[in-house]
């Protein structure tokens, strides 16, 4: 029998109305239940009354984090209409392509990016455009509305949001979220990260990407807790924020980027975590030396790990865990199944690397307008994660990297991750990653791109000497790049295809010494 969704925000508006919702930052203001509740209702009857949007048609949002961007998902899923978030660090042409790709009804944007969101709305025949902020129709529309009578009856299997993949091999895919993968997502994550009603999360990672929408922010506001939304990650400011007992933060998460940079932060030394329940980790593999870091200002980072096509918790490393499998994503989350998979389809042994293979009642459905994808991404109802991955003998898993990330040298398969944990321990590294480039004798080697820490110094032969020590000879880089900062995606990870584009042509090794 189909299952209805269930409006979080009404349940909670009638349970505990006065509880805080929402903390907008960046302006000041606040919701309560009641009051998001009210802005949603009286929205979601503008865009279906007002701008024609009905049941089915999607509605795009390309705004830095506010909470705008949480009504808007409510009142799409109240009237049936489909969420969908736009990457703001995109260009023109990356955003016409998906919005082409989507077709949205309305297109929602701020005052920031509204030269990049006309020019694509003009591109792509988009019907309405919406601006945010005093002034803009998005208010002006909430004022004048009247508020829903009744709820657009929604089951979990139909879709409620579309999130178009980074695009890190060829055009991004819209991946099919349903209102179930949210769902479960929530229950997933709401053992293992301690979520409840007494949660306070500050949200930094961007509301259009999985891991600042379900990491912990739609969580939060399931069990009916509260969200404070930064703009844009500060770390300085999100360490003074989190030190406050004022604000009452007892929930974070972020990429390695964002742990990275708050514990180079000159505040980190004396910030008070001490609030904290959880702090997790997620969306690329954690440097250890980096764990330890936070490990000694009493914080375990929560690892997990898991993709926009699984909602997108996958497996979490419980925190008693955190220093004895350093490194481990942990286990599979309750309503989870996962394999190790060889090329052959056959199941990998303990140790014995494979491919991660997904299954569960969190998994997308396919992706939109793509049968070709679906085609070859899933395996009767497996879903290929495109991710090498071992386990152990306690049942730990371990995403060891990319299988497109990995390259051969000499017939021997080499993992980047594992060469980039070994460079993290060099203490004058602010961060590093590798890449494999063509070489007429081995195939592939290693091409290690290295930013120095401001005020340190570090040669090529520091480096080769420290991975010849740590490292079999066939997975140490021939050859060091030094530069400046290192290119990243809108969630803060590493982009390497920017980095292949730019070095996989190099044949020189660069003699340049990176001084402080």
Same mark, same amino acid.
């Given at each position: ?79 049936? =209409?489909?969420?969908? +978030?736009?990457?703001?660090? #995109? &260009? $023109?042409?990356? @955003?016409?392509?998906?919005? %082409? ?91 293992? =990260?301690?979520?409840? +009603?007494?949660?306070?999360? #500050? &949200? $930094?990672?961007? @509301?259009?990407?999985?891991? %600042? ?102 497996? $979490? ?200």
């Amino acid at each position: 029998m189909p299952v209805r969704y269930y409006d979080w925000i009404a349940h909670h508006r009638r349970r505990t109305p006065d509880k805080m919702a929402l903390v907008d930052l960046a302006s000041g203001r606040r919701f309560s239940y009641k009051e998001l509740d009210a802005r949603v209702s009286r929205l979601g009857a503008w865009l279906r009354d007002a701008l024609k949007v009905a049941r089915g048609d999607r509605v795009a949002v390309l705004a830095l984090n506010t909470t705008d961007t949480l009504e808007l998902q409510f009142a799409c899923f109240r009237i049936g =209409a489909i969420f969908l +978030p736009l990457n703001t660090r #995109l &260009t $023109v042409p990356e @955003l016409r392509y998906i919005t %082409g790709d989507a077709a949205p009804k309305v297109m929602v944007h701020d005052d920031d990016l509204a030269e990049t969101a006309l020019a694509v709305a003009k591109l792509c025949d988009v019907a309405a455009t919406v601006r945010l902020g005093p002034g803009g129709a998005y208010e002006a529309g909430i004022a004048a509305a009247t508020p829903l009578e009744r709820f657009e009856e929604v089951m979990l299997d139909d879709i409620s949001t579309i999130m178009y993949t980074s695009g890190t091999t060829g055009q991004p895919k819209g991946a099919i979220i349903t209102h179930g993968m949210t769902f479960w997502n929530c229950v997933n994550l709401g053992g293992p =990260a301690y979520i409840s +009603p007494a949660s306070v999360l #500050l &949200t $930094v990672l961007p @509301l259009f990407h999985t891991g %600042g929408l379900n990491c912990y922010t739609n969580p939060v506001l399931h069990a009916g807790g509260t969200v404070l939304i930064m703009r844009a990650f500060d770390p300085g400011e999100a360490l003074k924020l989190i030190s406050d007992p004022a604000q009452g933060i007892n929930v974070f998460f972020g990429v390695p980027a964002i742990y990275q940079f708050m514990a180079q932060h000159p505040a980190f030394a004396s910030a008070d975590f001490s609030r904290l329940v959880i702090g997790g980790v997620g969306g690329a593999p954690m440097p250890v030396p980096l764990l330890k870091t936070w490990e000694a200002r009493g914080v375990a980072l929560q690892q997990g790990y898991g993709m926009t096509e699984t909602s997108p918790a996958v497996m $979490v490393l419980d925190r008693e865990d955190a220093a004895r499998k350093a490194g481990s994503s942990g286990k599979p989350v309750l309503h989870t199944e996962v394999r190790i998979v060889r090329p052959d389809g056959s199941d990998a042994a303990v140790g014995e690397l494979g491919e991660l293979w997904v299954k569960g009642p969190n998994i997308t459905p396919g992706y939109w307008n793509r049968p070709d994808a679906n085609a070859s991404s899933f395996t009767d109802g497996w879903l290929h994660t495109g991710d090498a991955t071992r386990i152990d003998e306690e049942g730990f898993y371990y995403i060891v990297d990319r299988w497109k990330d990995m390259y051969i040298s000499g017939g021997e398969n080499v993992y980047p991750a594992e060469v980039e944990n070994v460079l993290h321990q060099l203490g004058a590294i602010a961060e590093a990653a590798v890449i494999g480039i063509p070489d007429p004798q081995w195939g592939e080697v290693g091409l290690a791109i290295v930013a120095v820490k401001p005020g340190q110094r570090l040669t090529e032969t520091d480096v080769f000497a420290h991975c010849a020590a740590n490292l079999a000879r066939f997975k140490c880089p021939r050859q060091i790049r030094f530069v400046d900062a290192l290119p990243r995606n809108a969630t803060g990870k590493i982009h390497k295809p920017t980095l292949r584009k730019e070095f996989s042509a190099a044949t020189e090794v660069d003699k340049k010494v990176a001084n402080a």
